[in-house]
């Protein structure tokens, strides 16, 4: 199956992103953290919109739902909207690498807590027939804060390369 799939990416026609398209795209991931007895699953689904302004850059909004699910615990919801700024350059016509930098506003319903998000993802693109392409990242550098009413303040730096794993669609649209 990796084989036909590999082959059909090989086959099909390439269309890379242009100065003054659309970008429509978003990920699903999934993590898995565990400490000690303690594990975490999360499961999430990141849609994107963005305006290609230059050769290589991207600006747009973004938005999240996240589950997280703690055994023995109802699971919890979390949700982000913001904006990104892309970076992307080829490495040949079927490859390019990109970094996206995002932050926004957050909240999550355990104890109706609410902050902001900043994060720094690097992935790799597979450019496909049409505009279409997939989207691969494994990681990133992680900042965000949130304030509970019952609940201190929370503040999070990650360094997750290697800890998660997202898988993207994307869609150019010429204008």
């Known amino acids: 199956m990796k084989?036909?799939?590999?082959?059909?990416?090989?086959?099909?026609?390439i269309a890379s992103a242009q100065k003054g398209s659309i970008l429509l795209g978003g990920n699903v991931g999934f993590s898995s953290e565990k400490i000690g007895?303690?594990?975490?699953?999360?499961?999430?689904?990141?849609?994107?919109?963005?305006?290609?302004?230059?050769e290589k850059w991207t600006l747009g909004v973004e938005g999240s739902v996240m589950n997280v699910k703690k055994p023995g615990e109802d699971s919890t919801e979390k949700y982000k909207i913001g904006g990104f700024l892309r970076y992307s350059t080829?490495?040949?016509?079927?490859?390019?690498?990109?970094?996206?930098?995002?932050?926004?506003?957050?909240?999550?319903?355990?104890?109706?807590a609410k902050g902001m998000y900043a994060n720094l993802t690097p992935a790799l693109f597979i450019n496909m027939k049409n505009g279409f392409g997939l989207n691969f990242s494994i990681g990133g550098i992680n900042y965000d804060n949130l304030d509970g009413k019952n609940d201190p303040r929370q503040e999070r730096l990650?360094?997750?390369?290697?800890k998660t794993f997202k898988i993207g669609v994307s869609k150019n649209f010429g204008l």
């Open 37 to 54: 007895d303690s594990k975490l699953e999360n499961f999430e689904f990141s849609p994107k919109v963005g305006y290609q302004f230059a």
């Open 90 to 112: 080829p490495l040949s016509d079927l490859f390019s690498i990109y970094a996206d930098l995002g932050a926004g506003y957050q909240s999550t319903s355990l104890n109706d």
């Open 158 to 162: 990650g360094f997750d390369f290697g």
């Open 3 to 13: 084989k036909l799939l590999f082959a059909l990416l090989f086959a099909t026609t």
